[in-house]
């Protein structure tokens, strides 16, 4: 096993451990978790405990993080006719296209990168032009649209795929960092850390966005998407450095 799939492995052994740990699932109301044999408390409780001052730390950097997301269902239902259509267009699982705009911008459909990329699925401004003529999009198009971000980023997601093979991670990858760069680090060894959390990530979130038993979809509840925020936040994944290696690339297939 190489490195870089190692560390992915055990990046998602955490999140599912941290997602299935957190509220029953489906089918299992009523079960009742089993005990862990109980420890005595070290010396240091007082310290350590609820209560203390590394507790608080760490419960309000936790709640700070959340009050970021802002996230709740009704906003994923706005755009899931989008998000349908766009994936039926360019031939990709819906969940796919859910899961990169939650890591991209958890809906927020005027997110702005430190680097300038714009929307719901952050396109850098002259990649969106690149993309806006790829799609024969008419008239003037603006990458804050919903209607034309899903659509250019979903066409953007598709032709990454096939041009890494079929490889849904290393498209991934090349969405957040660019197909070039990612060429590159294979050349010299492999993904860097923040793309394989990057694709990790995507990969667990649209996990969340799957169809129902009778292939409908349906949106996450406000407290499901609480949970995939905090999940990945306690598995160790970071977003903070997403799209900083991104290029505002008018070519970014040749």
Not at 69 to 76: C, F, H, N, Q
Not at 109 to 117: C, D, E, F, I, N
């Amino acid at each position: 096993m190489s490195r870089i799939h190692g560390r992915r492995a055990l990046a998602l052994t955490l999140v599912a451990t941290v997602v299935l740990g957190c509220g029953a699932p489906a089918g299992s109301r009523g079960a009742h978790p089993t005990k862990p044999p109980r420890r005595s408390a070290p010396a240091s409780a007082e310290a350590k405990g609820k209560g203390s001052a590394t507790a608080d730390e760490a419960r309000n950097a936790t709640l700070g993080r959340r009050g970021d997301w802002k996230l709740t269902s009704e906003k994923v239902r706005t755009v899931a006719p989008l998000v349908r259509d766009a994936a039926k267009r360019n031939g990709l699982p819906e969940d796919l296209v859910f899961g990169v705009i939650w890591v991209e911008s958890r809906f927020n459909p005027r997110a702005v990168s430190p680097v300038g990329a714009r929307g719901l699925m952050q396109l850098m401004p002259r990649t969106a032009d690149y993309l806006a003529e790829s799609i024969g999009w008419t008239g003037k198009h603006d990458a804050f649209d919903p209607e034309f971000n899903i659509s250019a980023g979903a066409f953007y997601v598709a032709k990454l795929i096939d041009r890494f093979s079929g490889d849904v991670d290393l498209a991934l990858a090349a969405y957040n960092a660019g197909p070039t760069k990612i060429r590159r680090w294979l050349a010299d060894g492999g993904l860097p850390p923040v793309s394989v959390e990057y694709h990790t990530m995507v990969q667990t979130a649209r996990t969340f966005f799957s169809a129902g038993g009778g292939g409908s979809f349906e949106a996450p509840t406000t407290e499901d998407l609480d949970r995939l925020g905090l999940a990945i936040l306690i598995a160790g994944l970071s977003d903070r450095q997403f799209g900083l290696e991104r290029e505002d690339d008018a070519t970014p297939f040749n």
